[in-house]
């Protein structure tokens, strides 16, 4: 057996997510051509989603969300539902399709990787909080051509709505 490659420094993908219309049509198709499931389903909206802001001024949106376990990162399927959030910016701007990957460095913490993407110049987009559960959308599009999210956790350690299938 082949011995395991050495793990390089620096932040890991925990999740990579796609920004739709229909959330439960794209769960069904995910789950019929690509096998992934079960999928936990999310009403992601007050008093569990709290201190939304985006681009620093607090506002207040919603969202469904549906994750699943790809080993060895998981999978999430955004749709807006009320209130402004990148996520109806992004399908107005461009359409569905993938959105952000989520990335932590596991020996830091959210502050940690917020900070150090501050020294770079990059700011936050959009963030929120999911219980107790932090989230930033980074403004990394310009640099590395994709939105990064950094976390204090995953949705998927919440409980969710109702599973699929």
């Keep these: 057996m082949a011995p395991k490659p050495k793990v390089p420094p620096?932040?890991?993908?925990?999740?990579?997510?796609?920004?739709?219309?229909?959330?439960?049509?794209?769960?069904?198709?995910?789950?019929?051509l690509m096998g992934w499931g079960p999928w936990s389903v999310y009403e992601h909206k007050p008093p569990v989603l709290h201190r939304t802001e985006v681009r620093?001024?607090?506002?207040?949106?919603?969202?469904?969300?549906?994750?699943v376990h790809c080993d060895p990162i998981d999978?999430?399927?955004?749709?807006?539902?009320?209130?402004?959030s990148i996520y109806r910016e992004f399908l107005e701007e461009r359409g569905e399709g993938l959105h952000?990957?989520?990335?932590?460095?596991?020996q830091d913490d959210v502050r940690k990787a917020l900070a150090n993407f501050k020294r770079q110049g990059i700011e936050v987009l959009m963030s929120g909080a999911?219980?107790?559960?932090?989230f930033y959308y980074m403004d990394t599009d310009p640099v590395l051509?994709?939105?990064?999210e950094t976390v204090s956790g995953h949705a998927i350690a919440l409980k969710p709505s109702y599973t699929y299938p």
């Design 56 to 67: 620093g001024k607090p506002v207040k949106y919603t969202m469904l969300g549906a994750e």
């Design 75 to 84: 999978f999430e399927i955004l749709q807006p539902l009320e209130g402004p």
């Design 100 to 106: 952000h990957v989520a990335v932590v460095n596991p």
């Design 145 to 148: 051509k994709m939105v990064a």
């Design 130 to 134: 999911l219980n107790d559960i932090e």
């Design 10 to 32: 620096g932040m890991r993908i925990t999740q990579v997510a796609v920004v739709v219309k229909d959330l439960k049509a794209t769960m069904k198709n995910y789950h019929a």
